[in-house]
Nanobody, 111 residues
Framework: QVQLVESGGGLVQPGGSLRLSCAAS????????MGWYRQAPGKQRELVAH???????IYADSVKGRFTISRDNVKNTVYLQMNSLKPEDTAVYYC?????WGQGTQVTVSS
C-alpha cells in the first residue's frame, strides 16, 4: 500500500499562488496514476486534477488554466501548482492513489 503525505497549504490572498506537494512511499510510485481532490466545508469531496503514470493530466473545469498537476517519479512526489487563487478554492486538499489517501492540507484563500 502507498503512504501519502501532503504539504504546502496555507493562507493566501485572492490572486495569489501556492504549490502543494504529495510525497509517496511504500510502493512503486511511477506505476500509479495520482490525483488531487478537495473538500470544502459542507460539500462533497471533488476531483481537482489527475495525472497518469505517463504524465497525461485532466482538470476540473473550475481550475482549468489556473492549476497545474505534475509529478517527479525520481522524488516519488506529485505537485499541484495553484495560481490565480479564488476564495472558492478554499478547502482541504487531498492526494489520492490506488485506494490510499493522504491526511490533507488546508488551503484558505482570503483577504
Amino acid at each position: 500500500q502507498v503512504q501519502l503525505v501532503e504539504s504546502g497549504g496555507g493562507l493566501v490572498q485572492p490572486g495569489g499562488s501556492l504549490r502543494l506537494s504529495c510525497a509517496a512511499s511504500g510502493s512503486i510510485f511511477s506505476i500509479y496514476a495520482m490525483g488531487w481532490y478537495r473538500q470544502a466545508p459542507g460539500k462533497q469531496r471533488e476531483l481537482v486534477a489527475h495525472i497518469t503514470n505517463g504524465g497525461r493530466s485532466i482538470y476540473a473545469d473550475s481550475v482549468k488554466g489556473r492549476f497545474t498537476i505534475s509529478r517527479d517519479n525520481v522524488k516519488n512526489t506529485v505537485y499541484l501548482q495553484m495560481n490565480s487563487l479564488k476564495p472558492e478554492d478554499t478547502a482541504v486538499y487531498y492526494c489520492h492513489t490506488d485506494g490510499s489517501w493522504g491526511q490533507g492540507t488546508q488551503v484558505t484563500v482570503s483577504s
